[in-house]
T-cell receptor, first 114, second 114 residues
Framework: NAGVMQNPRHLVRRRGQEARLRCSPM?????VYWYRQLPEEGLKFMVY????????ESGMPKERFSAEFPKEGPSILRIQQVVRGDSAAYFC????????????FGPGTRLTVL | AQSVSQHNHHVILSEAASLELGCNYS??????LFWYVQYPGQHLQLLLK??????LVKGIKGFEAEFIKSKFSFNLRKPSVQWSDTAEYFC????????????FGGGTRLMVKP
């Protein structure tokens, strides 16, 4: 069974460019979560999505960040006009459903903004 | 908002030493508690979890954790560590009012010397 897949694993962008991070959940999982880990910090929740719905985006910065989980295809975390402070590891997790189900994590995407 | 504190940022032990990593959370209601481990170069994996019932939880690889409600704590223990336990350990909480959102502690880097 393939686990949660994220690509790319490493992404380098210059300030002002767009970053698109992709996450394919485990087979049978319809819930996707995005977390961000800044240097020397723990993971911080960003957004929780089900297919075609954003359930909780309380951790998303108000500007430049957006997420989607379309009916077909991976979940996408999009960061527009990246700044140096966006440099971080972005982790995706998936689960079957509510809190009683374990969230399985992907390997993360390390974004570096030059 | 709930928060999670891990008191030790870095721990260095010799093989066969006993391990206890502290974790405290701030939320007065029902919580689901987790310990995740991230081995070098790998993604986060679940070590153990507590939802209800026996407050002493057994996990994989000989780890256990004890939920002490009165102390808002969920400390991780292992009687005898091995070199292969070298990793970063994260405590995480889902508070009763937080849906599926995991709140992570800052992590503890454990180095086990052979």
């Amino acid at each position: 069974n393939a686990g949660v897949m994220q690509n790319p694993r490493h992404l380098v962008r210059r300030r002002g460019q767009e970053a698109r991070l992709r996450c394919s959940p485990m087979k049978g999982h319809s819930h996707v979560y995005w977390y961000r880990q800044l240097p020397e910090e723990g993971l911080k929740f960003m957004v929780y999505l089900q297919k075609e719905n954003i359930i909780d985006e309380s951790g998303m910065p108000k500007e430049r960040f957006s997420a989607e989980f379309p009916k077909e295809g991976p979940s996408i975390l999009r960061i527009q006009q990246v700044v140096r402070g966006d440099s971080a590891a972005y982790f995706c997790a998936s689960s079957r459903g509510l809190a009683y189900n374990e969230q399985f994590f992907g390997p993360g995407t390390r974004l570096t903004v030059l | 908002a709930q928060s999670v504190s891990q008191h030790n940022h870095h721990v260095i032990l010799s093989e066969a030493a006993s391990l206890e990593l502290g974790c405290n959370y701030s939320y007065g209601g029902t919580v689901n508690l987790f310990w995740y481990v991230q081995y070098p170069g790998q993604h986060l994996q679940l070590l153990l979890k507590y939802f209800s019932g026996d407050p002493l939880v057994k996990g994989i690889k000989g780890f256990e954790a004890e939920f002490i409600k009165s102390k808002f704590s969920f400390n991780l223990r292992k009687p005898s560590v091995q070199w292969s336990d070298t990793a970063e350990y994260f405590c995480a909480v889902i508070a009763g009012n937080a849906g599926n959102m995991l709140t992570f502690g800052g992590g503890t880097r454990l180095m086990v010397k052979p």
